[in-house]
């Protein structure tokens, strides 16, 4: 439903939001009437008129981008000063990601989001429920002498979510659990006691921490996803590698939101499944 504005209020809010504007950026009505390319008097009219006049579409085009706000906002139509490029830029951003996934940048964004439900698909297996030993395995080769930095912050972000001060979700891939059991693949060579306490480590710390933490197992073949955080609803995060793409408009956070909700509903191995399936995982170990 469109719901309508009276003309005198809406005339007066242009009034009160040009003024702001040209006061803001220090600019006075004679400048101003020069760079939009209109009359000094015209302008001061339209400023001092306290009737419902409104400026025609050119004027007030011309005004919004010379004081760097955006023509709806002046004409009440949004709440936002900025220009839509300025949103979009604000919206989306790239960060530069560590190779490991348990930097500081994502730390950050937890805390950021803390109270809020959060939601993960790893970019392999989670970080944060990794034993000491499968974090040297995996990244001392990349990481070198901090490794100790990365099991200090996988410390404490498990440490953050025994805290409860955010729900955790995260959906894990059917074929990396089992790539990682019959050490396949990326995980070919990785000792068999280091594989059965990995997995016992996920078995038991689900339970621990079970309702605030439910692990999900789904099938890449019914259903892909790449790696992606959604932080409540403030932001998603997809990794891509060296960079995180980070989106914080609320369509694009919905939306992932929604792309992790239907992993959710086609998981194969739900929370309650989990410590059977882990263990016939562990039985399976050689």
Known sequence: MVTKVDKRY????????????????N????????????????????????????????????AAAVLGVSADWLLGLSDRPEQAADLVAAAISMTEAPRAMVDDQIFAWHQEAAGYKIRHVPAGLPDML????????????????????????????????????????????????????????????????????????????HAQ???????????????FSAPVTVFGPLLAVIYIGRNYLVFRDTERVMAITQHFDQLVRAASIGPRELPAYFDGLIAEVC
């Open 10 to 25: 809406r005339a007066q809010l242009f009034r009160d939001r040009l003024t702001a504007a040209m006061t803001a950026v």
């Open 27 to 62: 600019i006075s009505q004679s400048a101003l009437a020069r760079q939009t390319g209109v009359d000094r008097s015209t302008l001061s009219q339209l400023l001092k008129d306290k009737g419902a006049r409104l400026p025609n579409a050119q004027l007030v085009a011309e």
């Open 130 to 205: 990794k034993t000491e030993d499968m974090l040297r395995w995996e990244y001392a080769p990349s990481l070198g002498k901090t490794i100790e930095q990365a099991i200090g912050a996988s410390r404490d972000r498990l440490e953050w979510m025994r805290g409860a001060r955010s729900d955790y979700e995260i959906a894990v891939p059917l074929a990396e659990l089992e790539s990682f059991a019959g050490a396949t693949g990326y995980y070919a060579g990785l000792p068999a006691d280091l594989r059965q306490d990995q997995l016992r480590q996920f078995r038991d710390l």
């Open 209 to 223: 921490l079970y309702p605030s933490l439910r692990l999900h197992v789904f099938d890449t073949r019914q259903l």
